[in-house]
Structure formats: structure tokens, C-alpha cells
């Protein structure tokens, strides 16, 4: 299986945190965007799943991703 990140591409992590911003409404506490091992991780908080199903859309929207990303992001009760 392919990486999911491709170092050639365009687009940066600032891009995916700004799209993850816009479409979660900026409600992902501290949240974090980083590449592990060719994979985009998403880490922070959120305040329900919804918002966590919102900022992953986002990042493969942003990235144009096939494979899986790791959504880390924690919902808080």
C-alpha cells in the first residue's frame, strides 16, 4: 500500500490545519496536524464526534487522500 502523503505534494500542514479550521468551525481544541511514517496524524480535542468526523473530512479533502489518516483527536464529554 502507498503512503498516503506524498512528499511532492503541495500542500502543507498549515493548509490541512486551515481546512480542518474552516470545516470543524474552529471547534478542535489544540489541535495538531503532523506526518508520521508517510501517514497525516490529527491530534487534539474536540467537543463531539461530529466535529471529529468534520476535521477528518477536511484533511482528506484537503490532501486529496486514499488511504487511511490517523484521527487521534479526542472527544471530551
Do not use: W
Not at 506524498?6 to 500542500?11: G, T
Not at 497525516?40 to 487511511?68: I, M
Request: charged share 25%.
Amino acid at each position: 500500500m502507498d503512503p498516503i502523503y506524498d512528499a511532492s505534494d503541495p500542500v502543507t500542514v498549515t493548509d490541512v490545519v486551515e481546512r480542518i479550521e474552516q470545516a470543524a468551525f474552529g471547534r478542535i481544541r489544540e489541535l495538531k496536524v503532523c506526518h508520521d511514517r508517510g501517514q497525516l496524524v490529527l491530534e487534539g480535542f474536540a467537543r463531539c464526534f461530529h466535529d471529529k468526523q468534520r476535521a477528518q473530512e477536511a484533511a482528506f479533502s484537503a490532501t486529496n487522500a486514499v488511504g487511511p489518516i490517523a484521527n487521534r483527536i479526542k472527544v471530551l464529554f
